[in-house]
């Protein structure tokens, strides 16, 4: 499985960016993906996932309301899109997928693992 991430950018406080996660090589129907940020100074925070099959959603508390993860089943691309942006979500943002787990699971359970998009908030 390969995960292509892209989308980030510079961005005013308040302001949206919607990022995307293009996938390619699966072999089954099921896969979980998720979004993972990682500030500066800071570990790796799992921040939204949906599954592939059911396109059940989980999001962390820090971001509940403001964004929103989708799939598109026929691109293989999972989208996340945020509004309302705060400079605390600045962060180099990654997706992951796995094959077995099911929701926002610790990051070490995530077998695969896009480059990482670089999302800053600032004015």
């Known amino acids: 499985v390969q995960l292509q991430a892209s989308g980030g950018g510079l961005v005013q406080p308040g302001g949206s960016l919607r990022l995307s996660c293009a996938a390619s090589?699966?072999?089954?129907?099921?896969?979980?993906i998720a979004w993972f940020r990682r500030a500066p100074g800071k570990g790796r925070e799992g921040i939204s996932s949906?599954?592939?099959?059911?396109?059940?959603?989980y999001y962390a508390d820090s971001v509940k309301g403001r964004f929103t993860i989708t799939r598109d089943n026929a691109k293989n691309t999972v989208y996340l899109q945020m509004n309302a942006l705060k400079p605390e979500d600045t962060a180099v943002y990654y997706c992951?997928?796995?094959?077995?787990?099911?929701?926002?699971?610790?990051?070490?359970?995530?077998?695969?693992w896009g480059q990482g998009t670089q999302v800053t908030v600032s004015s």
């Open positions: 949906i599954t592939t099959t059911d396109g059940d959603t």
């Open positions: 992951a997928a796995d094959g077995e787990i099911y929701g926002l699971g610790p990051y070490w359970e995530f077998d695969y």
């Open positions: 090589g699966f072999t089954k129907n099921y896969y979980n």
